[in-house]
């Protein structure tokens, strides 16, 4: 079956000139749309191959130095721009190879249908040919057949009727002959024409067409051959998964394998490699707590009076955020279980994040709430201190105030029963300050009992020595009974006692046990030792008085300390009476005890009838005389001298601080600021120094030695000669230090002898070096004093 036997009829023969028209269109539109692919692949190509050149472009490339991410990055951009050069390739061999072919193919496709349709013609013409011949044969076989028998008809006629013979019957005849003749002439060339009509017919159809067919078909298949070939290389320059793709893919395909979490950073890691991070610190600054003296310390919470409802209130709410923190934290530790994912998703990855916070946050709290729970179960029944006395009303003021003790205990009879004679017992100490009761207890075991006050309510505290100093406030039952964890007793002594001679540990948490009871020293007076008379002096504490003492009559001078003053106050002032306690010279004041049993705590020392030095002589200016003021001089250098032995640093001296005794004895006094040391370093900045009167080496480095005392003297020495005199007097504190490192010097007051003045500038050398020592000076004095004061005279 093919062409040339099935497709010899009229309908196949247009059927198949349409198919070659539906083929040219076909190759019509072939031709249009591999063109434009052809156009579409190149702009992709172009596109691909300078976004390829853009993404190669790395910013600050030599960060990320060894970086696979970035090789592979630069092998897919690589790849990118191999496979744009390969798609034009393609683009290229397409249009060459294909859209080229197939605009000849179309060609010679309407060529061959021309051909095929002007064969069909010819054909079709020569068929017709032949039936137009046949017919017009026919037609004059019909003609000459109608003529014969006419003339026939005719002869027959006149032959029948000879009668009529002669001529008419043989025209009649030879017509009749002739028309004869002519149809058996068309007879034969009809004859003839059918027999060759019908050979050529024959042949044209059963060789002609079929050979025309066969060749057509062979045309066609030719095409079909051509045009798969077309179709093929189509295939093939469309191919994007071709080897020379795959070749890149799998290049790239390898860089991409190639990364590894692990390897990616380790160059990098290499090249910035540091130490791991030191822990940042932070740490209490000591210098804060400097001025507190004591009662703040170095990273340890200040369980006061002043603090204790914070830090429990504190407490409260902090633990209310550790609850809640810590219910957060479990609540996101469940949904990281959840997580069935075994990598690290972004959604793990926040949780975890959420979770190290909140363990963070948790970790803050717990700390906070552990600090605040040990300070408040290391107080247990201690005592609570008192930030600031301030609940200690009213000051000492004039007249003498009768004496309360705050608690009621001692001044009652009733009170005094209660407490089973609390006053009498040799280790309590009264309304002794915290502080010195520290300094008191030096072995691990020493206790004493005092007195203190909170909230206007008096608490009797025991203290001992024990890993440190721990306070206990004596607890009050319902029934007015005392104790501490242990049983309760009806008097305090009694309760001291057991708990002494039990050897049990006061609370179980302190284990503290009492060994060594610590007697009052015999400096610590009763209050009610010491009758007040007259205020004579205000001091920087309180009133001074001129006093009484109960036992032996003896008139004292009493300094009082304001009871409104905080604790630290206090210390301050009992400084003076534990530096005194240690002196016995004629020219040092005399201590002669401290009344600590009871608010307000007072010193009690000689009374120096002259008073303050500055005002003696002041009011005695007109009538002293120089041999006077040699021997205060000589007074101040014997007490200075016997203080310098001693390694005290006074830091105060000056005439307003001398007292004058009877023959104007003079008598060195006030040591709130004294120092028992060598060379004392103040750091606590330089308030309330006497500018005036201190050496330029303790303003500017603050470094005190006795030499420093020396320069003061020298002042002192000035202002005995001067009467009373101010000195820098018209300068200010700065300008009269400026004054001094430049160089200047007081001038001698009128009527100071020479000599005196070379002594006050040896004592403001500005070197302390070249400074004379106290006992240089004595002997130096003493030696005027005797120039003009001879012994016979005094
Ligand atoms: P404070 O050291 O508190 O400043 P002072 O020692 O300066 O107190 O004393 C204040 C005043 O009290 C002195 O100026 C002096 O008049 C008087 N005074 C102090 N101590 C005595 C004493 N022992 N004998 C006589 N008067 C004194």
Redesign the pocket.
Known sequence: MGFSTSLQGQASHEALLGRQDAEIKLLETMKRCLTTKVKSDREYASTISSLSIQGKKVERYDDLAGSLITQSWKDIMDSIDQTARLIKQQADSMESLVVEHIGNLYTERRKARKLYQEEQTWLSNQFQQLTDDVARKKTEYQKNLEAYKLTRARFEEHYVNRGRGGRKLDDVREKYQKACRKLHLTHNEYVLLLGAVAECEHDLRSCYLPSLLRRQQTIHEEFIVAWKRILQNTVKYSDFTSEKFQEIHARVQAAVDSIKPLEEYKDFIGKHRTRPASPLRFTFDENLVDDTSGKLLPNKLTVDNLTIDWLRSRLNELENSLKSTLQNRQATQSSNENTCDPRMTMLDYSREREELRLRCQEKKLQRQVEVIRGALNELGCEELPSGCDLSMEGSFAEPPPVIKGPCGINNSNNDQKSNGGLMEEEWFHGVLPREEVVRLLVVEGDFLVRETMRNDECQIVLSVCWDGHKHFIVQITPEGHYRFEGPTFPTIPELIKHQWQSGLPVTSRSGAILKTPIPRERWELNNDDVILIEK??????GD?YKAQLRSCKTEV?V?TCKVTLPDEQKRKFLQ?GRILKQYDHPNI?KLIGICVQKQPIMIV?????G??LL?YLRKNASTITTGEQLGMCRDAAAGMSYLESKFCIHRDLAA??C?VGYDSNVKI??F?MSREEEEYIVSDGMKQIPIKWTAPEALNFGKYTSLCDVWSYGVLVWEIFSKGGNPYSGMSNSQAREKIDAGYRLPSPDGTPEEVYRLMLRCWEYEPEKRPHFDQIYTIVETFCLAFNPPNIV
């Open positions: 004579i002096g205000r001091g920087n504490f001074v001078a300094k003076e004041v020392m000689e009374l120096v009838p008073g303050s005002t307003r601080n007292l006094s006030d709130g």
